[in-house]
């Protein structure tokens, strides 16, 4: 069975603080997503990485970065966090290239105070 | 640029009546087209793909080239339908998937 999870289902934290979210797989898939879902807005891609230690901002990076040292673990990292930062966090993989079909986690609610 | 419009945020729709969830898309090559669902507390998760032709959960969707849709029906709805759904798009095959802002469907007893 296919499995995506997240560090954290709920985060509280406080603006300025440096933020980590976590997501592992264990499908052995190449590629890895991040994205925030807000109402309204759907979900929009922050970063994606199509292999260890690669990296491509997707369409919102701005005050993000991430990490991909190995392949089953993609972290999500907000440098100084901010009010405008509280959503909803996925994280999804895909297969090999052409694999079309993302499989994603339970989501990080996080909260920015 | 590629783009997917789901012009209803949420549609109501009475138990055993027809269901039609709306999805244009802007893309000038051969797009990928997916639905996704979300129900309650569970996470998002594929419905169905448009090459794959088959019926899930009772739902089809037919790609419409000259309309440029991807129209997400289902003949008699049902109370277990009620999710939010992502229309989305893979283009360019670069496994990016751009979805759609999202249809809340809600079905009323």
């Known amino acids: 069975d296919v499995k995506v999870t997240q560090s954290s289902r709920y985060l509280v934290k406080r603006t300025g603080e440096k933020v980590f979210l976590e997501c592992v797989q264990d499908?052995?898939?190449?590629?890895m997503f991040w994205y925030r879902q807000d109402p309204g807005l759907g979900l929009r891609l922050i970063y994606f990485s199509y292999d260890v230690k690669m990296k491509e901002k997707g369409d919102i990076p701005e005050g993000y970065s991430v990490s991909r040292e190995k392949k089953e673990r993609f972290s999500l990292i907000l440098e100084s966090a901010s009010t405008n930062q509280t959503s909803m966090y996925l994280c999804a993989s895909s297969g090999a290239r052409g694999s079309y079909e993302q499989y994603f986690g339970p989501g990080t609610r996080l909260t920015v105070t | 640029a590629q783009r997917v419009t789901q012009p209803e945020k949420l549609l109501s729709v009475f138990k055993g009546a027809p269901v039609e969830l709306k999805c244009n898309y802007s893309y000038s090559g051969s797009p990928e087209l997916f639905w996704y669902v979300q129900y309650s507390r569970q996470r998002l998760q594929l419905l169905l793909r448009h090459i794959s032709r088959e019926s899930i959960k009772g739902f089809t969707a037919d790609l419409n080239k000259g309309e440029t849709s991807f129209h997400l029906k289902k003949p008699f709805a049902q109370e277990e339908d009620s999710a939010m759904y992502y229309c989305?798009?893979?283009?360019?095959?670069?496994?990016?998937?751009?979805f759609g802002k999202g249809t809340r469907l809600h079905i009323l007893p």
């Open positions: 989305a798009l893979s283009a360019n095959r670069d496994d990016k998937i751009i």
């Open positions: 499908m052995d898939h190449e590629n």
